[in-house]
């Protein structure tokens, strides 16, 4: 009797040990599953083509413009418009990479495109005035009326949109572009077509570069400090010239070409010849013609492999007036030292370039703390994040 007791227990003690280790296992397996992110989006974003191990998700969706992005001290994720005049303030609560919650911030601005932030205020351009918002992360649901640091800059829309940046100087750089295709208009105004920076309270301004048509994107080399930028070609001289451009500022005060000569090398047919191509700074790279570059960035993102540390990424906006598009992409310039030594794609598929149909077009990039990648877009009305799949 004993013995068959014996045998009972020692068979519902395997057993019970059996249906243990199934459970365990199959919370591990939970866990596992739980632990992995599963990002949902409304837009096609199966279409986008990238180098193996990246991938993509929308990190909020809806956000009517999406143009300039800023990241404040507290994680809050800044995002300016243009034609929307919206200024918005994003969330994510509990760092999942997925926005919670989403603040329109001011409405009555006009054309605010240009954002930055700093010891806690946030900088917000306008066509001819400069905003800042102090304490703004403290008072996302009851913004501060916005101190006006200026108001005297050019009033003209085209071309006035700006890009704004603090450099490693702690100065603020804000672009003034060509009030026109192909002008000369230096005369009336000598910040036209110009690159400024000033100190914070907007004193101390002068002209960083000249003869930049328009630039909407800018940043600096990790290591050298030296301040890159690209320009959009004028329109109206066929498909394919001239290009638009990447260039690198050496010298306080250097000029670019416009409106006299284009890509280094084309002289411009209403302007060029007042001014030799010789006289003026040529790209580091010609970019596509017509491409609409916008940000620029260097990769330190910790995330992205070592062949991708300290390299170019930019942002093709995309053309509007081109027989066949072009642009509607992330590119990457590859450099030996700082010489450009090849030009390609990063990220496409926000163009079908069969039947000229477009989803998307991106426009400013910032990366994460976790070295993801941030991309507004301001036509799919979102903000992507780029990231590898096994860092995630």
């Known amino acids: 009797m004993f013995l068959k007791n014996f045998k009972l227990l020692t068979i519902v003690a395997l057993l019970a040990s059996s249906f243990a280790c199934k459970n365990q296992n199959k919370k591990a397996t939970e866990v596992a599953v739980e632990e992995k992110p599963v990002y949902t989006s409304s837009l096609p974003l199966d279409s986008l083509v990238m180098p193996e191990g990246f991938k993509v998700h929308t990190f909020v969706e809806n956000l009517d413009g999406a143009r300039s992005m800023a990241m404040g001290d507290n994680g809050t994720l800044f995002v300016g418009t243009r034609t929307e005049n919206k200024l918005y303030a994003v969330i994510d609560s509990d760092n999942d990479f997925v926005a919670d919650r989403t603040i329109v911030l001011d409405t009555t601005l006009e054309v605010p495109n240009g954002i930055a932030f700093k010891n806690g205020a946030l900088y917000v351009a306008e066509v001819n005035r400069l905003l800042r918002y102090d304490n703004i992360e403290e008072r996302l649901d009851n913004p501060p009326k916005p101190v006006v640091i200026y108001d005297d800059y050019p009033d003209?829309?085209?071309?006035?949109?700006?890009?704004?940046?603090?450099?490693?100087?702690?100065?603020?750089?804000?672009?003034?572009?060509?009030?026109?295709?192909?002008?000369?208009?230096?005369?009336?105004?000598?910040?036209?077509?110009?690159?400024?920076?000033?100190?914070?309270?907007?004193?101390?301004?002068?002209?960083?570069?000249?003869?930049?048509?328009?630039?909407?994107?800018?940043?600096?080399?990790?290591?050298?400090?030296?301040?890159?930028?690209?320009?959009?070609?004028?329109?109206?001289?066929?498909?394919?010239?001239?290009?638009?451009?990447?260039?690198?500022?050496?010298?306080?005060?250097?000029?670019?070409?416009?409106?006299?000569?284009?890509?280094?090398?084309?002289?411009?047919?209403?302007?060029?010849?007042?001014?030799?191509?010789?006289?003026?700074?040529?790209?580091?790279?010609?970019?596509?013609?017509?491409?609409?570059?916008?940000?620029?960035?260097?990769?330190?993102?910790?995330?992205?492999?070592?062949?991708?540390?300290?390299?170019?990424?930019?942002?093709?906006?995309?053309?509007?007036?081109?027989?066949?598009?072009?642009?509607?992409?992330?590119?990457?310039?590859?450099?030996?030292?700082?010489?450009?030594?090849?030009?390609?794609?990063?990220?496409?598929?926000?163009?079908?370039?069969?039947?000229?149909?477009?989803?998307?077009?991106?426009?400013?990039?910032?990366?994460?703390?976790?070295?993801?990648?941030?991309?507004s877009d301001d036509y799919g009305d979102a903000v992507y994040r780029i990231y590898l799949e096994e860092q995630a």
């Open 156 to 375: 003209k829309f085209h071309h006035g949109w700006k890009y704004i940046a603090f450099g490693p100087d702690d100065k603020l750089y804000v672009p003034v572009g060509a009030p026109c295709n192909i002008c000369d208009d230096t005369d009336k105004d000598e910040r036209f077509a110009t690159i400024t920076r000033m100190d914070l309270d907007g004193s101390n301004r002068e002209i960083v570069a000249r003869g930049v048509r328009n630039t909407v994107g800018f940043t600096w080399h990790p290591d050298t400090d030296q301040l890159w930028f690209t320009d959009n070609g004028r329109d109206m001289m066929g498909d394919d010239i001239p290009p638009c451009e990447l260039n690198k500022v050496t010298e306080i005060g250097a000029h670019f070409g416009y409106p006299f000569c284009h890509g280094g090398t084309i002289a411009d047919p209403e302007f060029g010849a007042k001014r030799s191509c010789d006289e003026f700074v040529p790209p580091v790279q010609n970019l596509g013609a017509h491409v609409a570059p916008l940000a620029v960035k260097f990769v330190e993102g910790a995330m992205f492999p070592e062949k991708y540390q300290k390299q170019i990424l930019i942002a093709e906006h995309g053309s509007w007036n081109r027989s066949e598009k072009s642009g509607y992409r992330i590119t990457k310039v590859t450099l030996e030292g700082d010489k450009a030594v090849k030009y390609e794609p990063f990220i496409e598929g926000w163009l079908n370039h069969k039947n000229q149909t477009r989803w998307g077009r991106p426009v400013d990039m910032l990366f994460l703390k976790d070295g993801s990648l941030l991309i």
